[in-house]
């Protein structure tokens, strides 16, 4: 669970409830179905007009993942340095073979780390293996981000159909004020809820959201850099402290991984 995320959306949502209860007695007067399902029923509309629905379920998951914690962390990266580290011995001392062999149980947990190193045993240069996966990489990323686009298309959409809902009850209430001028005050009141609907819908929920699973990817795709790299340097016959100090420039100081602290702590 990722407590933060959860604090923010959390904290969000009691500084709305807290500033209605700080200003009013009647709280009921913002809750309003019509212009409720205005805003929600037609951004999903919009939504799936404008995208294909499979992506559009995909970003519905999303929303909800972003309440778990990422899995690529900042350890991870110096993890990820210290295994090419552990590979390029590897592959010094007994060739390929030991590469293939030790990262048998990894094939089914990192699909990225599996195509990799499929490319380094069949005998692509490091120069090509760099070229493949930063196409993988990047075409990942693109197919990965389009639910952040999503999202962000239906944090624009929200504020619209709010308006869409204010303009609504705004009509009615022209349509009743000839009979009853004392009811344009609570018809305006209720006609601009939908406004506000659309606005507290795309800022505290639909945006955040969507910043949130554009940066997680940024961060997969700055880890698959990372391996892409190290596998690189092991097709290219590197040695173990260049694959150290080469991985090392793409870190961080203090995420910098050390083959002497290393050996120190083995003896």
Known sequence: MSVATLLGFLFGILLFIGS?????????????????????????????????????????RLIASIFFTQKVGRTILTHEVGRMIRWGYMVQ????????????????QDRFLSFGIDLVITGYTGQEVREILANTVETTFHRNTVPADIIRSMANNAPAFGMIATLVGLVIMLDHMGTDPSKIGPGMAVGLLGTLYGVTFARIILLPTASKVQQREEIVRF??????????????????????????????????FEIDRMLRMKE
């Open 20 to 60: 209605i209860l700080l200003s009013t007695d009647n709280y009921f007067v913002f809750l309003e179905g019509a212009g409720f399902i205005m805003v929600i029923g037609g951004t999903l509309a919009a939504t799936f007009v404008a995208f294909e629905p499979r992506y559009v379920i995909q970003s519905f």
């Open 223 to 256: 880890r698959n850099f990372l391996v892409a790299e190290g596998l690189a340097l092991l097709a290219e016959r590197r040695s173990p402290r260049y694959i150290q100090d080469k991985m090392n420039s793409f870190l961080d100081p203090s995420l910098h």
């Open 93 to 108: 001392k007994a060739g390929l073979p030991a590469l293939e062999s030790d990262a048998k149980r990894l094939r089914q």
